[in-house]
Structures are given as structure tokens and as C-alpha cells.
T-cell receptor, first 111, second 115 residues
Framework: DVKVTQSSRYLVKRTGEKVFLECVQD?????MFWYRQDPGLGLRLIYF???????EKGDIPEGYSVSREKKERFSLILESASTNQTSMYLC??????????FGPGTRLTVL | GEDVEQSLFLSVREGDSSVINCTYT??????LYWYKQEPGAGLQLLTY?????DMKQDQRLTVLLNKKDKHLSLRIADTQTGDSAIYFC???????????????FGKGTKLSVKP
């Protein structure tokens, strides 16, 4: 079974803090993705990576950065958290052209 | 650009069939997916269909694909209260000359099953 884990299920941070969201997959997948999910807006792609040290902007990269130093780990970084980044963050991984498998999500609240 | 549309809500009675519909825009999509999201959880891959198929059946789930109309549907037979969730339709779009794919998701259909 594919397993995608995320470091926290719930996180509360203050405005201006630097926030790290970690995602790890155990299936040697090349591709990893970060989405945010908001009511009425569905899933929006923030960043993705097709290989180690490679990153590509998705649809809404502003205010975020990512790091992929190892194949199994993809980190999402909020350099200076803002209240409009309160959301559910979902990580996914896949082989090149195959189905994406999702982690359980991290619900981030920025106060 | 690519877009995936689905209705936002569906309510059915336990034991009835549920049909969730989806339309997509990219005619080159070769894979189309259905994901399920239970409250507070991530997305779980339910099933997918390759574009050269019209239908795929997996136990209580039936996926129908009308490629001409770019219409995808998910039928759940004998719907149970445990099927209450949000269901997302997704199409794959190709990058890097077709060697990599990203998914475009619909906004999700919230299925409510009444006892």
C-alpha cells in the first residue's frame, strides 16, 4: 500500500511566523505535489516536483516555497504566514503518469 | 484552459443508486479519476478509467465515459451512509512532452445519504 504521511494533522501558527509542512512518501514516487483546499474553491495546486531538487510553480505559488532535497520528502514553506493562508494543505505523490496518492492533510490555522 | 465541472451537492436515500456527473475540457486526457474525501481526511483514489474505455465496473462502482461529450459519471449502487463524502472528478493534463502529468480537479460533489 502506498503511504503518504504529513507531519501534522492540525497546526496553529501566528501571523508572520515561518511554517514548515512536511510530506513523506514510501513508494519511491518521482512526483510530489502540494495543494491547498478551501470551501467553494476545491483543490488548488501550489507547487509540484518531478524529481529531487526540482520544483515547479503551480496555480497559486505566491507566499509559498518548497524544498525537495530527498526523493521521499517534499516540504512546503510559508516564509511569513498570513491569515489568508489558513487552509487545509494536502500533499500527494505519483509515478510519472499514474494516479496521485494523497496524505491525510494538515489543517493550518494562522491567527 | 483546462476545466473540470461537477455539481456541488447530491442527496440520496440509503439503498438508492447515486450518480455523480462531471464534464471536462481537455480532449487529450487519457486518464480520468474519481477520488473520495471523507470529513477531515485526505483524498482517497476510488477508481480511474482510461480514455479508450466506455465503462469500468468495480463492485458497487460503475464509471461511464462519453468521450465525445467529455462527460464522466460515477454510479454508486446500493448507496450506504458510509458513502457520504465529497467526490472529486479529475483529468490528467500532460507536461514535458507527455512524460509527466498533473491533475485538474473539479470542485467536488458532496454526497449526503439519508437513512
Amino acid at each position: 500500500d502506498v503511504k503518504v504521511t504529513q507531519s501534522s494533522r492540525y497546526l496553529v501558527k501566528r501571523t508572520g511566523e515561518k511554517v514548515f509542512l512536511e510530506c513523506v512518501q514510501d513508494m519511491d514516487h518521482e512526483n510530489m505535489f502540494w495543494y491547498r483546499q478551501d470551501p467553494g474553491l476545491g483543490l488548488r495546486l501550489i507547487y509540484f516536483s518531478y524529481d529531487v531538487k526540482m520544483k515547479e510553480k503551480g496555480d497559486i505559488p505566491e507566499g509559498y516555497s518548497v524544498s525537495r532535497e530527498k526523493k521521499e520528502r517534499f516540504s512546503l514553506i510559508l516564509e511569513s504566514a498570513s491569515t489568508n493562508q489558513t487552509s487545509m494543505y494536502l500533499c500527494a505523490s505519483s509515478f510519472a503518469t499514474r494516479s496521485q496518492y494523497f496524505g491525510p492533510g494538515t489543517r493550518l490555522t494562522v491567527l | 484552459g483546462e476545466d473540470v465541472e461537477q455539481s456541488l451537492f447530491l442527496s440520496v436515500r440509503e439503498g438508492d443508486s447515486s450518480v455523480i456527473n462531471c464534464t471536462y475540457t481537455d480532449s487529450s486526457s487519457t486518464y480520468l479519476y474519481w477520488y473520495k474525501q471523507e470529513p477531515g481526511a485526505g483524498l482517497q483514489l476510488l477508481t480511474y478509467i482510461f480514455s479508450n474505455m466506455d465503462m469500468k465496473q468495480d463492485q458497487r462502482l460503475t464509471v461511464l465515459l462519453n468521450k465525445k461529450d467529455k462527460h464522466l459519471s460515477l454510479r454508486i449502487a446500493d448507496t450506504q451512509t458510509g458513502d457520504s463524502a465529497i467526490y472529486f472528478c479529475a483529468e490528467i493534463v500532460w507536461n514535458y512532452g507527455g512524460s509527466q502529468g498533473n491533475l485538474i480537479f473539479g470542485k467536488g460533489t458532496k454526497l449526503s445519504v439519508k437513512p
